[in-house]
């Protein structure tokens, strides 16, 4: 039971462009297996469960990063996304 609280900083272009730097936190329970991610705000941005797969987490990352097929409306009214 615990959890850990971790935050590192990543850059991001501003206005007429100069250079951000944000902070970014991740908060991992070990009594959930939950991971949470939070801008330097507090805002939530994303959380998943630790017992995900590698394979799972790879395809997630394909997908970001554009790779994937384009899905048919027919399909995304099916699944209501």
């Known amino acids: 039971m615990g959890r850990s609280i971790r935050s590192t900083t990543y850059s991001e272009e501003g206005a007429y462009g100069s ?4 902070k970014l936190y991740i908060s991992s329970s070990r009594s959930t297996d939950i ?3 939070y801008d330097e705000n507090g ?3 994303l959380s998943y469960n630790d017992t ?3 394979s799972i987490i790879d395809a997630i990352n394909r997908l970001h990063n554009g790779e994937g097929d384009i899905v048919d409306m027919e399909i995304v009214n099916k699944l209501k996304i």
């Open 19 to 22: 250079v951000e730097t944000k």
């Open 35 to 37: 991971t949470s991610f």
């Open 43 to 45: 805002n939530h941005i």
């Open 52 to 54: 995900m797969s590698d």
